[in-house]
């Protein structure tokens, strides 16, 4: 659910999702330009700081969608100086409660609408709907 709402917050024609799944070093979204280099790389979950910094040397913009309730801010504090050297990073984080959220629309068959609108997002489904804001993380590089 975590990948699908990165796909929304990044929707474009080019992006697709990844195998970032199954094979170690592969992101779990990515976009690439016409000439086939990378243009935009997307983690979903907890990456580490050595996986994250090679995304930013392979692509142009990298994106973090960080997840875990209380683990994500020990993931935070652990790579926070790290990630500040990287200029093409972008960090978001869901509580604990938005994820559980993103959990309840969950289903073997589901049909959801995404609206995304500076940095909130509603999905929609059949039965309920939701709504998150994921916070922006990304280090104060001065």
């Not at 699908?4 to 917050?9: C, E, G, K, P």
């Not at 979903?44 to 142009?60: H, T, W």
């Amino acid at each position: 659910m975590v990948r699908l709402l990165a796909f929304a917050l990044h929707a474009d024609e080019a992006l697709e999702f990844g195998r970032g799944l199954s094979a170690e070093g592969e992101p779990d979204l990515i976009r690439r330009d016409p000439t086939g280099a990378v243009d935009l790389w997307i983690e979903v979950g907890l990456p580490d700081e050595r996986d994250v910094r090679k995304a930013c040397g392979r692509a142009r913009e990298v994106a973090v969608l960080a997840y875990g309730a209380r683990r994500v801010e020990n993931w935070w504090s652990d790579n926070a100086a790290a990630f500040r050297r990287q200029s093409n990073l972008r960090v978001l984080t869901l509580t604990g409660e938005e994820t559980a959220a993103l959990q309840t629309l969950a289903a073997r068959t589901m049909s959801l609408t995404f609206t995304v609108q500076e940095q909130h997002v509603w999905l929609a489904s059949a039965t309920s709907t939701i709504e998150l804001a994921p916070a922006c993380r990304t280090p104060d590089r001065s």
